[in-house]
C-alpha cells in the first residue's frame, strides 16, 4: 500500500543572525491532532527560547535567580507565595538588570513570572513534555548533542 503523501504542512523556518530553526511536519489523514499540538509546541519553545534574548534581556541571570527563590511546597499557596517574589526589590532588581533598556522590563517580567511558574510545577503554554506524558506515543525531544548508542563515533 502506497503511503500517502501530505497535502498540508505546518511550517517554520527562522534566520536571524546566528541562530536557524526550522520545524516542518506533513499533515495526512491519519495525523493525530496531539501530533499537530506537539509539533506546534516544540514551535513555541523555539520562539519561547529565543525571542526575550532577541530583545536584549539576559535570561540567564533571571534563570539564576528563580532557581534560588526558596520553595515552600507544592499547590496553590505555594505558587502565592512565589509570585510575591515579583515584587520584592532584590527580585525587581535583577529583572531591571537583565534589560538592556527599562522599556523591557515588562517583557522581563512576564519572562520571570513564566519561569517562577514553571519552577514550582506549573506549565504556563502547552509543552510537548507534558504532551508526551499524556499521549506515549510522542516522544519528548531529546537533548540537543547527545547520540544514541548506535550513532556514538567509535574511539
Not at 123 to 147: N, V
Amino acid at each position: 500500500m502506497e503511503e500517502s503523501r501530505p497535502d498540508e504542512f505546518v511550517d517554520f523556518s527562522a534566520k536571524y543572525k546566528e541562530w536557524v530553526a526550522i520545524k516542518r511536519l506533513g499533515i495526512t489523514p491519519q495525523t493525530k491532532p496531539e501530533e499537530i499540538a506537539y509539533h506546534l509546541a516544540g514551535i513555541r519553545a523555539t520562539i519561547d527560547s529565543k525571542a526575550f534574548k532577541i530583545l536584549g534581556i539576559d535570561t540567564d541571570a533571571i534563570d539564576n535567580h528563580v532557581k534560588q527563590v526558596q520553595k515552600t511546597g507544592k499547590g496553590p499557596q505555594a505558587i502565592a507565595q512565589a509570585m510575591l517574589e515579583l515584587e520584592k526589590p532584590e527580585f525587581k532588581r535583577v529583572v531591571l538588570d537583565a534589560c538592556s533598556s527599562q522599556t523591557l522590563a515588562p517583557f522581563a517580567k512576564t519572562y520571570a513570572l513564566n519561569r517562577l511558574m514553571n519552577e514550582f510545577g506549573v506549565e504556563t503554554s502547552l509543552s510537548q513534555l507534558a504532551l508526551s506524558k499524556a499521549f506515549k506515543e510522542l516522544k519528548p525531544p531529546k537533548a540537543p548533542g547527545r547520540l544514541s548508542k548506535g550513532l556514538k563515533p567509535k574511539a
